[in-house]
Structures are given as structure tokens and as C-alpha cells.
């Protein structure tokens, strides 16, 4: 009996909309978590509770397939229970500015310290110049000064008097104090003193030499003087700032009293402060004084007072729980921090108060979660951020350090404990290839998160479906669905799947599916989404990708493809393929022809000649060649020299799902039986004449629909695909009201004789008693030229023998 065709209700698994409990989404209760991603969920909560260094988590599957969502939804729900964090804080070290110091407070503190330090600085710019331009400051101050004057004079005086009666007087010049001979009150001239007797002469002589002995070392002192001076007045100094800054300190003393930390930085500024009150005052009396004193403020005012600031790192206020951080732009400085720099008079400077945080500062203590791709297209971001998990610390740095170079005065601020769990999402394609190169990666992220592609539809499938359905429109803000809607919901699922049993689990998709179908609803004015509007939304999909199958279906229509939907050729025969473009995907028929000969039993596969043909293309040529070879040449020679070639092929051929078609092709060539050529092919073959499952059955059975359409169904049109896709199908409607009315037909072939049967009209042909085949069957038309072909060559061996010597030669 001839192998029948599918019934058009096998050709796509309708969802019954009668079945469904429920009027629209709105009736629902929204899926909870994830559809069917029961081992993804385990795997991304293990590595959430997990502790250890080395447990963080890889989320894998295909795109869409809401990685993101499904980690982050998980993560928040933990991290909402967890405590909140602490904050850190840099700090100026007053013993090595290049150096700030790391500090952590309590949550919610950290901001509140750099307020409350701002503060005390702008409060520092008032009250310390008030303090020193005071009363009693400028009393005590003038007080020191005339004491200072009074202790001079004083010891003048008393000098003068000493050299008064000894006949001596202190004299000023030009270059200074000197002492010289007086009497009567009045200096002796040159020309009277040397008329003075020589025992006189000698006497004063001596008064001079000693007094001005004793001047000198008066006039030494001062210096001493007037450091004591100052340095009374630098002890005055002190007193005063001490006196105006302590009480300022004070309340933020008792306010800090439980942060040590805090603490010890108000000592470095009470102490810094003092040490340099100058750098407070206001310009000094006198004209070039206060300029100079406002041109060296101009230049030092920013740093010294910012040095007493607090930079505010990470700030947890208003955080409940510990933070869960995105990073979508995964660059070094985004990771692990940077270094800002402010233009000041003409060059480029820094200060501890000029590092910013990065995602690993804001997720320390909680969770961070990264694009996979996104983060190893970032030049070092991926080798900092595995020095980061390795070593429990995260360092700010410039980024000339990390080529080996660095300025005498680049910042190295103090790093930071780390203690944060990466969960990083990506392609399985991406991951095992991290595994496989990268020897740190499979130490670091020891947790692996598989995502399903599909969820079984049976056993409640649809339902739960359903209901992620309903979550989904909540979490949009779309119209709910309506039973309709949602039944054409499923169908649409089960084809993204490819599998008619199944369900995709890829949400992202879907989500897209319903915006616009929303859309659609809302300019029909509709309240809920119905079927059309799903399908709308999907017929809108498949337009948008639909210019490459135009094209496609044009140049077969007009014949610049050679694709033939009627009539019978011999060594010919419709193979389909699939071509996917940015995620879309359409069936292409393509001519697929052979030719025999006498040979030594070689298939020639031309692409793989021409190097068009890749290995899973060229590895079912061999499969079928090992066929032909075990059913029909098994005992005797394999005479035969083929070609295989698919016809206008200008791009590389790859896959085996054509190798049945192949196959049928050498077989009508070897049958000579010509092959029914409103019928096409797909299906991989093994060595037993097996037909094998394919991929992309949907789409090549309405490729090849469309092209037949496109020229008018007569009734003798099909496609033949392996009967293991039989589950598969979830054709468009279209297609299956074509086959109700019996325009077009489906067949589910599980092995080559049932193929070529329905290919060729003749009987394949069982083996008798002796091995034989039936004369007339495929089979022994094929087993028939072999032989031929085997006694050819046998003959063609003989003619070539040398002859003997006739005799008497």
C-alpha cells in the first residue's frame, strides 16, 4: 500500500480555546517565577547562598530566553532579606596624600559623616579668622609685641648707661649701631681725640673695644628674642585655634563617639588645623601682603581645606536589603572605579575627593550582575574583575599603571575588602568556550544556570503557560488576553519551539509578541487581546523579514532559480534547506541533480570539491555512498563514479538533512526512473537507509508551499520529511487548509524505500529468497546497472590484459 499522507490535523496542533478555564488573563493568578526553569532556579539560588570564594554564577541559554529577568527576579527576592551593607569612605592620610585611606561605617553613615565634616569646614573659614581678629587676641598679641620691644629697649638703656660712664656713646650709621668716644654729650672728632694724651687715648680706647664687645652681643641676642617671640606667638596661636576649632569637634565627637574611625580622623584635622591655622587668616595689614597672601590662597585655598573632607564612596541610604546592581555597560572604570581629574591653572590635578565607585564598590555585599559579551569586549575589564574575585579586594587605579606605567604622582588609594556574588549571563556557546580557554574561569564561576529552550505543553502545560502569559501583560501594562488570544498564544509558542509538543520558554520573545499584539488591540479598540490580534502580530513579524523570501520566491517564479513543481526528471529531485537571518527563518527548495558512470565506486560531492561543502554535508554523502555500496555492491565490485551537486548553489553548503534527497536523486539516475518533481525532500539518511530527523521542518515545508502557490496547487504537490518530525509540525493555516482540500500533502517517511516509492510511483522492492530484488522494483533496476556497470568493468579489465606469445615467436 502506498504510504499515506498526514491529516491536515496533524500539520498543526491546534489549541483549543474551549478548554481553557477562564474568560481572560485578567481571571489568573500570574505564574509566580520562571516556566519550567526548575534546574536554572536551583543552580542560580545555590550560587546566591553559597558563601565560598569561587561559587559565582553563569547563566546560560539562548537569547531571549530572559536571563536577566529570571536572575534578577531571583536575586532581589534574597537580597530584599539580607542586610543592608556598610558604607566606605575615603579619607585624606596626613601622613602620605598619595595614599587615602579606606573606611567603613555603618549603612546610611558615611554620607552623613561628609555632610556633617562640609560643614565643619565652612564653619572652620568663619570661626577661625574670627578668633584671631578678636580683642582680646589682638590685646595679647600687642602685648607680646611691646613686651618684646620693652625687653629691647630696655637692655639698651641699660647698655648706654654702662657706656655713658665709662665715656662711651651708641651712635647709629649707615650700616648699623656703633659705639664712639663722647664728652661733655658730644662725640669726640678724630683730630681731638688724637690730641688727647696717649695714657687717655689708651683708656678709651679700651672702653670702646669692650663696649662695643657688649654691644655685639646685645645685638646678637635679638635674634634669639624674636624667636622667642614667635614661637610664643605660634603657642598663642595654637591656643586660639584649639580653643576656636575644639569646641566644634566636640559635638562631632559626641556625635561619632561609636566610630573610631571617625574619631581618629577629626584628631588628624583638629591637629592639621592647628598646625596650619595661617592657611585660615584673612591678608595681613598692608597692601602687598594682601595681595600676595590672596594670590597664594587663589593657588592653595581648594586642596588644603578638601584635604579635611570625607568622600562619601558608597552611600547605602534608603537601602533596604543588600544591593542588587546592573551593570550595562561593563567598561574597566565602570567596574572597578576611576580616578577624575580637574583642569587647575593650565594641568591636570587630583585628590582622594575626586575617586568615584564603581558597580563592584555598590554591589560589595550584595550581587552583581553582568552581560557576559558586553563585559569581554571591554579592553581589561574581564582580566580586573578575576583579579578582583581572586584576591577579595577591589583597587581604584590609573589606568597607565595597568601598562606597566605610572606618574610619581598618581593617587594609590588603600583597597577594599570585596565580598560580592557575580552572576554573569550569556550564550552556552560563550560559556564553553570560557571553560574551555580560560583556566581561572571554571575556579571562579563553579555554579552553571542551564535555561531551558522549551517546556513540555502536555500534563498542565498550557495552563501554567497561561498564566505566565497573565504575569507578563502585568508586568507590561498590556490588555489582557482574552481566550482566544491565548490559545493563539500557544499554537504561536509551540511553533518558536519547533516542536509541537512543546512550549518556548524563551519570555523575551513573547513579550515582544504581546506588545505588539497589545498595540494591534488598541487601534481596533479593543479591550482585550483576541486571536487576530496575535496573529496580526505575528503575520506583522513575519512581513518585516520577508524581503531575502521575496527575492527568493521572484527568482524562482521567473525561472532565474531552476525549480520545477510539475512533471517527472530522471537524476533530479527538490531538496529544501533553511536560511536564518537576524533571528528569522525561511525554507529555500534548491535543485539537487546526479549523474553515474562507470567507475571505482566514488561518489564525487562537487562542493566539497570546491570546498562550498562543509564536514556534516560531506559526512552524508559518505553515509550514503556506504549505502549504496553495503545494499546493492556488498559482494561484488562497486563500479560506479557519481557526482552529487546542488544546482546554483553560490554559498557554502552545510548539514546533512539534504543526504536522503541525494540519495533518491542516484538512485532515479542509477533506476533511470524519473522522479514526480511537484514533490520536495528533507531528511538525513544513515547507513542502514534509516531517514533521520532535521531541523527547520516548518519552515521548509512552507517554503516549498509558498513556491508551489506562487505557480498554483494541482493536488500532486508535497513535501517528504522524516517521520520523527511528524511532532514538529505547526504549519501556517494556510498550509493545513490547503491539505484539507487536498491541494497539498505532507508525508512522514521513515526510510528510503518508502521515499523513493512515493518519488518515483514504482515499488521499492523487497529481497527474494536468493537476495534478489523484484526486476521491474526500484531496487532491482538499481541492483541491475550495478551489475552492469561491475561486468563493464570486468570487460574493460580483460581488454587490458597483456596477450601471450603466439607460437614460433
Not at 557575580?422 to 580560560?438: K, N, S, T
Request: hydrophobic share 45%.
Amino acid at each position: 500500500m502506498p504510504l499515506a499522507s498526514l491529516p491536515p490535523a496533524a500539520l498543526r496542533r491546534i489549541c483549543d480555546e474551549g478548554t481553557l478555564p477562564f474568560e481572560t488573563t485578567s481571571a489568573l493568578d500570574p505564574l509566580p517565577g520562571p516556566l519550567g526553569q526548575e534546574r536554572a532556579v536551583e543552580a542560580i539560588r545555590l550560587g546566591a547562598a553559597m558563601g565560598r570564594a569561587g561559587h559565582h554564577v553563569f547563566v546560560l541559554g539562548p537569547p531571549g530566553a530572559g536571563k536577566r529577568r529570571l536572575a534578577e527576579a531571583l536575586l532581589a527576592e534574597r537580597a530584599a532579606r539580607e542586610p543592608v551593607p556598610s558604607d566606605w569612605c575615603y579619607l585624606h592620610d596626613f601622613a602620605d596624600a598619595r595614599r587615602p585611606r579606606a573606611v567603613e561605617l555603618p549603612p546610611g553613615v558615611g554620607a552623613r559623616v561628609a555632610r556633617d565634616i562640609e560643614a565643619l569646614v565652612d564653619e572652620l573659614k568663619a570661626v577661625v579668622p574670627a578668633a584671631f581678629e578678636s580683642e582680646d587676641y589682638r590685646t595679647r598679641l600687642q602685648m607680646m609685641h611691646k613686651r618684646l620691644e620693652e625687653e629691647r629697649e630696655q637692655a639698651m638703656s641699660e647698655l648706654g648707661r654702662r657706656a655713658q660712664a665709662r665715656g662711651v656713646g651708641i651712635v647709629r650709621t649707615p650700616v648699623g649701631l656703633a659705639v664712639a668716644p663722647v664728652r661733655d654729650g658730644e662725640v669726640l672728632e678724630p683730630d681731638v681725640f688724637q690730641k688727647l694724651p696717649p695714657p687717655e687715648r689708651e683708656k678709651i680706647q679700651k672702653d670702646l673695644a669692650e663696649m662695643q664687645e657688649a654691644l655685639a652681643a646685645l645685638v646678637r641676642s635679638f635674634p634669639a628674642a624674636e624667636r622667642r617671640h614667635r614661637e610664643q606667638v605660634k603657642e598663642m596661636n595654637r591656643e586660639v585655634a584649639l580653643f576656636a576649632v575644639g569646641h566644634l569637634l566636640d559635638d562631632l565627637r559626641s556625635r561619632y563617639a561609636a566610630l573610631p574611625a571617625v574619631l581618629a580622623h577629626l584628631e588628624a584635622v583638629q591637629k592639621d588645623v592647628v598646625d596650619n591655622v595661617h592657611e585660615f587668616l584673612g591678608a595681613a595689614d598692608g597692601a602687598e601682603e594682601a595681595m600676595a597672601t590672596q594670590i597664594r590662597r587663589l593657588f592653595t585655598e581648594t586642596p588644603a581645606f578638601r584635604r579635611y573632607l570625607v568622600n562619601a564612596l558608597v552611600d547605602r541610604t534608603g537601602l533596604s536589603g543588600a544591593p542588587l546592581v546592573q551593570e550595562d555597560l561593563p567598561t574597566l572604570a565602570a567596574l572597578v572605579g576611576r580616578i577624575e581629574h580637574q583642569a587647575h591653572f593650565g594641568s591636570l590635578v587630583t585628590d582622594f575627593t575626586l575617586l568615584r565607585s564603581g558597580a563592584l564598590h555598590r554591589a560589595n555585599g550584595g550581587y552583581l550582575l553582568v552581560d557576559a559579551r558586553r563585559l569581554l569586549t571591554q579592553p581589561f575589564a574581564w582580566e580586573e574583575l578575576k583579579r578582583a574575585l581572586r584576591s577579595g579586594l577591589v583597587r581604584i587605579e590609573p589606568l597607565e599603571r595597568r601598562f606597566g606605567s605610572s606618574s610619581g604622582t598618581a593617587l594609590e588609594p588603600q583597597p577594599i575588602p570585596l565580598s560580592v556574588k557575580v552572576v554573569l549571563f550569556g550564550e552556552r556557546q560563550l560559556y564553553y568556550l570560557l571553560a574551555e580557554l580560560d583556566p581561572e574561569f571554571a575556579r571562579l564561576f563553579q555554579v552553571a544556570a542551564d535555561l531551558e529552550d522549551d517546556v513540555p505543553r502536555a500534563e498542565g502545560g498550557e495552563l501554567r503557560f497561561a498564566r505566565l502569559l497573565a504575569r507578563l501583560v502585568a508586568e507590561e501594562k498590556l490588555r489582557p488576553l482574552g481566550r482566544g488570544g491565548v490559545a493563539r498564544t500557544i499554537e504561536q509558542a509551540a511553533r518558536l519551539a519547533g516542536d509541537a509538543t512543546r512550549l518556548t520558554a524563551r519570555v523575551d520573545d513573547l513579550a515582544d509578541l504581546l506588545r505588539e499584539a497589545d498595540r494591534v488591540a488598541a487601534d481596533a479598540g479593543r479591550t482585550t487581546i483576541e486571536a487576530a490580534d496575535v496573529q496580526a502580530a505575528v503575520d506583522g513579524q513575519r512581513r518585516r523579514a520577508a524581503r531575502i523570501p521575496e527575492r527568493v520566491g521572484r527568482a524562482i517564479a521567473d525561472g532565474t532559480l531552476l525549480v520545477d513543481t510539475a512533471g517527472a526528471q530522471v537524476g533530479q529531485v527538490n531538496g529544501l534547506s533553511v536560511v536564518t537571518l537576524a533571528g528569522q527563518s525561511f525554507g529555500r527548495p534548491s535543485r539537487i541533480t546526479a549523474r553515474v558512470r562507470l567507475g571505482r565506486g566514488e561518489v564525487v560531492d562537487i562542493e566539497r570539491e570546491v570546498e562550498l561543502g562543509g564536514p556534516i554535508h560531506s559526512k552524508g554523502v559518505l553515509i550514503l555512498s556506504a549505502f549504496l555500496g553495503a545494499r546493492y555492491a556488498a559482494d561484488r565490485p562497486f563500479s560506479l563514479s557519481a557526482s552529487l551537486v546542488f544546482e546554483q548553489s553560490y554559498g557554502g553548503v552545510e548539514g546533512d538533512s539534504a543526504s536522503s534527497a541525494e540519495l533518491y536523486a542516484l538512485l532515479s539516475a542509477l533506476s533511470g526512473l524519473p522522479i514526480r518533481q511537484g514533490l520536495a525532500v528533507t531528511g538525513s539518511v544513515n547507513q542502514h537507509g534509516r531517514i533521520q530527523a532535521i531541523g527547520g521542518a516548518n519552515e521548509k515545508v512552507e517554503g516549498f508551499f509558498d513556491v508551489c502557490a506562487g505557480r498554483g496547487l494541482t493536488g500532486e504537490q508535497g513535501v517528504l520529511l522524516p517521520a520523527a518530525n511528524a511532532k514538529d509540525l505547526m504549519l501556517r493555516a494556510d498550509v493545513v487548509e490547503a491539505a484539507r482540500a487536498g491541494r497539498f500533502a505532507v508525508w512522514a517517511v521513515e526510510s528510503v524505500d518508502q521515499g523513493i516509492e512515493l518519488l518515483t510511483g514504482v515499488p521499492a522492492g523487497e529481497p527474494g529468497p536468493e537476495g534478489k530484488y523484484p526486476p521491474e522494483s526500484v531496487n532491482g533496476r538499481v541492483a541491475a546497472r550495478l551489475e552492469a556497470l561491475a561486468a563493464a568493468a570486468r570487460a574493460f579489465g580483460r581488454s587490458d590484459e597483456p596477450r601471450p606469445p603466439e607460437p614460433g615467436r
